[in-house]
């Protein structure tokens, strides 16, 4: 099966989308799907190059059986494009970074989470200036998202047969 790599872009790359590759791996991993579905994430900005997740974002993946300290953050780099089949921005505001950084034509699909996932389109609110419970609310979101995901990438990768262009 060829790999479908996904990667999980926000601002910084240690609250939103660490925590999302920390779930979208554990989901992937009952699958049995690691290897099909590698993910990673990156951040828009690159102040946090290098630092380990936000410890708020650890200790709710944590309370969830999920270990994400050893993910470091870095920066989406014009590779990105080509790399990874699926780009998911946290908001609208990383989602239009990432448009404006894009080739003319990327091989990936690029899309916000919340519309990919679950067609809606709210944004994964940012929750580095709130307390502890706000990483809660987004884990929640995160989780029901990446559940949707799965499933979805799953239920299309019949159909795949090297063409991913129904994979929306
Ligand atoms: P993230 O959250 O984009 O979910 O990783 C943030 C982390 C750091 C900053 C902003 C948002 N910051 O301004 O340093």
Known sequence: MTPFPVL?????????????EGIFR?????A???????????GTGGWHNGHPPDSRSVQVAREHGIDISDLRARRVEPVDFERFRLILAMDRS???HLQDMAPPDPSATIAL??????GSDIDVPDPYYGGIDGFRGVYSMLFTGCRSIVAKLEAERASWSGNTSSVR
């Open 8 to 20: 999980f872009v926000c601002l910084g790359n240690i609250c939103r989308s660490p925590l999302a």
């Open 26 to 30: 554990h989901l992937t991993t009952e």
């Open 32 to 42: 049995g799907t690691t290897e099909t579905y590698p993910t990673d994430s990156a």
């Open 94 to 96: 990383n989602l239009r």
């Open 113 to 118: 989470f919340s519309a990919f996932a679950l």
